[in-house]
């Protein structure tokens, strides 16, 4: 798998109104500002880029939106049957989840609440501090590379920003968590199912673990 050259990523970007995201040796991730994202599968065949929309290929409509876990990974299981039938892969070098959250308080009915009382204090910083006005941080963030048990790895951003909706940047301070948890390495197409559960219940963790109960209630969680 690479990144498509430059041209093309205009191309991609021209034809479905999106924003690039993420470019890296694993692939590109493309998602309109508010939109689900679309995923799009990278491969070199002889020095050949192709690119392949997974969402057409499963007929997926593009307004589609997953609300759990076992809805995505049974249309993903759709996809990946019909990629492995194509392509005949040996192996996959990378598996992995990349979960870009912006709370906003706004949108949740939590304006005025600070973000400490939000988010928890080891994904804060200085914020957590109770003689720190968070009117006075300009900038707080954090940059996380670790290993985490099953042969996994996770980089973490997180820090309070602003999205950008198309070009126009909305003035909300909202707090920004982006976890990506993957695993590297010749995984067997065998084990992928498995390396993929392996990393969704990391990330779970993860996301749980950074927010408090006052923020996971005012998301209104519905029970599966």
Not at 76 to 84: S, W
Not at 184 to 195: T, W
Not at 211 to 224: F, G, K, S
């Given at each position: 798998?690479c990144?498509p050259?430059?041209?093309?990523?205009?191309?991609?970007?021209?034809?479905?109104?999106?924003?690039?995201?993420?470019?890296?040796?694993s692939?590109?991730c493309?998602?309109?500002?508010?939109?689900?994202?679309?995923?799009?599968?990278?491969l070199?065949?002889?020095?050949k880029?192709?690119?392949?929309?997974?969402?057409?290929?499963?007929?997926?409509?593009?307004?589609?939106?997953?609300?759990?876990?076992?809805?995505?990974?049974?249309?993903?299981?759709?996809?990946?049957?019909?990629?492995v039938?194509?392509?005949?892969p040996?192996?996959?070098?990378?598996?992995?989840l990349?979960?870009?959250?912006?709370?906003s308080r706004?949108?949740?009915?939590?304006?005025?609440?600070p973000?400490?009382?939000?988010?928890?204090?080891a994904?804060?910083?200085?914020?957590?501090?109770?003689?720190?006005?968070?009117?006075?941080?300009?900038?707080?963030?954090?940059d996380?590379?670790?290993a985490?048990?099953?042969?996994?790895?996770?980089k973490l951003?997180?820090?309070?920003?602003?999205?950008?909706?198309?070009?126009?940047?909305?003035?909300e301070v909202?707090?920004?968590?982006?976890?990506?948890v993957?695993?590297?390495?010749?995984?067997?197409?065998?084990?992928?199912?498995?390396?993929?559960?392996?990393?969704?219940?990391?990330?779970?963790?993860?996301?749980?673990?950074?927010?408090?109960?006052?923020?996971?209630?005012?998301m209104?969680?519905?029970?599966?």
């Amino acid at each position: 798998m690479c990144s498509p050259p430059s041209k093309m990523l205009a191309d991609l970007e021209q034809k479905w109104g999106m924003t690039l995201l993420e470019r890296s040796k694993s692939g590109v991730c493309l998602t309109s500002a508010g939109e689900p994202v679309r995923p799009f599968l990278l491969l070199e065949h002889g020095g050949k880029t192709e690119v392949s929309d997974l969402l057409e290929r499963a007929h997926v409509q593009p307004d589609v939106r997953f609300t759990t876990w076992e809805d995505f990974a049974r249309k993903l299981d759709e996809v990946l049957a019909q990629f492995v039938a194509i392509y005949h892969p040996a192996y996959f070098e990378r598996i992995g989840l990349r979960y870009i959250n912006g709370f906003s308080r706004r949108a949740l009915g939590l304006e005025g609440v600070p973000f400490r009382d939000l988010i928890q204090p080891a994904y804060l910083g200085l914020m957590a501090e109770d003689d720190v006005q968070e009117q006075s941080v300009q900038r707080v963030t954090q940059d996380v590379e670790m290993a985490l048990a099953g042969g996994c790895r996770l980089k973490l951003h997180c820090g309070p920003g602003m999205v950008k909706r198309g070009n126009v940047e909305d003035k909300e301070v909202r707090f920004i968590l982006d976890n990506d948890v993957f695993m590297n390495g010749k995984i067997e197409l065998k084990h992928s199912a498995g390396a993929l559960n392996t990393v969704h219940t990391h990330a779970d963790r993860i996301f749980r673990g950074a927010i408090t109960d006052q923020l996971h209630d005012a998301m209104e969680p519905q029970p599966l």
